[in-house]
Each structure stands twice: as C-alpha cells, then as structure tokens.
C-alpha cells in the first residue's frame, strides 16, 4: 500500500515519517526527533503531521502535529529542539515536561539539549491530553 497524502498541505502519513526524517539533521537532534514522532504516533495514531514554514533558511519545514487542531509543533535548533503545545498552558503536566514558556498565557514548550531523555509515557499523556482538549474545543 503506498502512503496518501491530505490535498496540497503537505500532510504525512505514518509510513511517510521516514522521508522526513532524511532532511532532519543527523546528529542527536534527528535522533530525538524521530523518537518524538514515535511517541506521538504511539500515543495517538490519528495525529497527522504536516510540515510548514519551509524557507530557504530551513527548507526543511517545522513539523506540525494535528488532531481537532494543532497538537504540537517541533522546531530544530542548532543546541536544542522546541516542542511548542498551541494549548500548553490548560495541559496537566504532573511529570513537569513543560519546561519552557511557563510565564505566557497560552504555549508552553519542551527544550530538550543533548543528552536529554523524555520520559515516554508522560510524554504520551501529554499528548493524548491535548487531543482531548482540541476535541473538547470543537464541539463547544
């Protein structure tokens, strides 16, 4: 079965998460971040990945999770990687993976730097708590 592909926006099937990843570094970071897409799918096998943003100064893209609305976006850094929640701010985060953007009003983030573990399944509640939140969104 070959992957599909939703219209003109540029949105990645599971079995396409390869090919995007070849265009990630490949050092630690494409590492980590190939692990992220794991645990997204993993945690929600309906999210739908998309790139955007593609400029000449990062041809290849941000990755943007989706489901009911944006989920997480996953940024590339030359120290570090930032993964932005749109509705970090209302997400239970007993296990404190939201470690940047405490003081805004809405986003929160993950910044990891190398060497750093996520913990998995905090990570995927994490997750699956912003699916319920987007899902709650849509039907108010």
């Known amino acids: 079965m070959s992957p599909t592909r939703k219209g003109s926006q540029g949105a990645i099937t599971p079995s396409e998460h390869g090919a995007t990843s070849r265009t990630e570094p ?7 971040m190939s692990r992220i897409r794991d645990l997204i799918q993993q ?10 943003w593609r400029k000449p100064s990062n041809p290849a893209g941000i990755p943007v999770w989706y489901h009911d609305g944006i989920i997480c976006t996953g940024e590339t850094y030359k120290s570090h990687l930032r993964l932005t929640f749109a509705q970090g701010a ?22 990891m730097h190398e060497g750093d573990e996520i ?22």
């Open 43 to 52: 945690a929600d096998p309906s999210i739908v990945e998309q790139v955007k």
């Open 26 to 32: 490949s050092d630690w970071r494409g590492t980590a």
């Open 90 to 111: 209302m997400l239970p985060d007993p296990k404190r993976l939201l470690n940047s953007g405490l003081e805004g009003g809405t986003l929160r983030a993950i910044v």
């Open 119 to 140: 913990d998995a399944e905090a990570f995927k509640s994490l997750i699956r708590a912003a699916v319920t939140l987007n899902a709650s969104s849509i039907h108010h």
